[in-house]
């Protein structure tokens, strides 16, 4: 991981304890790479250099130009310098649909923040994928996911969802530990990503399905059986193992998804 010196200021906490702090704006710059005049050795002095996140940098990873990258980023910023911040990025499922697009995201968000964009009239964000979905959801919810019995519905988020159940997780190259602060404990983020998605669905913080390795129109007549609530059955049953999160064990005959539907098959390597 590349360190880059910050500008910290110390100062005394209400504890009376002192302690150095930076602004979050010096700490996306940090992660960004950019010279400060600190004698940062890491940071690159010009677009040339090969250094991370450089237009040459990135020239070597996308192919694309660097002097088109130079280009876009000067007439993005140029105009919206001179029109009060009405230049717009517009996105949609050539980004949304794949993986990591939250961190496309990020980096187009931060464009616009950086270049006072946010907020204007003819400016901004303008997303041509997914918000049609958004109004209908309101009448659509009660019905796909039982709002009026539970609340709040457990939706599970379909990058999981896929990652898992199509075998995604098997190709994954990125570890838990190039992803980390250097603040933290390494020795805690051991394993694969997958790991991490399990253990998220079984701290209740990631909803998930398939949920178990059981049909969950069972448990009611089990745990009536042992003379349990399906609360106290289900939590007695995974301490005990006889009931596991199907998550662990994605391959089995008992928990992959028995119904799939394709709006488009990009997972097979077909593009509509």
Request: glycine content about 8%.
């Amino acid at each position: 991981m590349t360190l880059h010196p910050l500008p910290a200021k110390q100062l005394t906490l209400a504890s009376g304890e002192s302690g150095l702090v930076v602004s979050v704006y010096d700490l996306i710059l940090a992660n960004y790479g950019l010279d400060r005049g600190l004698d940062d050795v890491n940071a690159a002095k010009d677009f040339a250099e090969v250094k991370a996140y450089t237009p040459a940098w990135a020239e070597q990873i996308t192919g694309v130009p660097r002097q088109h990258i130079e280009q876009i980023a000067r007439e993005f910023a140029d105009t919206a310098h001179k029109t009060h911040g009405r230049s717009m990025i517009i996105l949609g499922a050539g980004v949304n649909h794949w993986y990591h697009m939250d961190m496309n995201y990020r980096g187009m968000i931060n464009l616009l923040v950086f270049c006072g964009c946010v907020g204007q009239s003819g400016g901004g964000w303008s997303h041509y994928v997914g918000q049609e979905k958004l109004r209908p959801q309101t009448g659509w919810l009660p019905l796909a996911f039982a709002l009026d019995w539970s609340r709040p519905p457990r939706q599970m988020n379909s990058t999981s969802y896929f990652y898992n159940h199509a075998s995604q997780w098997r190709y994954e190259k990125l570890t838990a530990q190039e992803l980390l602060s250097p603040l933290a404990d390494a020795s805690k983020f051991s394993g694969s990503l997958i790991d991490f998605n399990v253990r998220a669905e079984r701290m209740g913080w990631l909803p998930s399905a398939p949920q178990l390795n059981v049909n969950p129109l069972t448990i009611k007549q089990q745990a009536e059986a042992a003379g349990l609530s399906p609360a106290e059955f289900t939590v007695q049953s995974l301490k005990s193992g006889d009931i596991r999160f199907a998550a662990e064990q994605p391959d089995s005959g008992k928990n992959h998804p028995r119904n799939l539907f394709y709006l488009a098959l990009k997972p097979a390597g077909i593009v509509r």
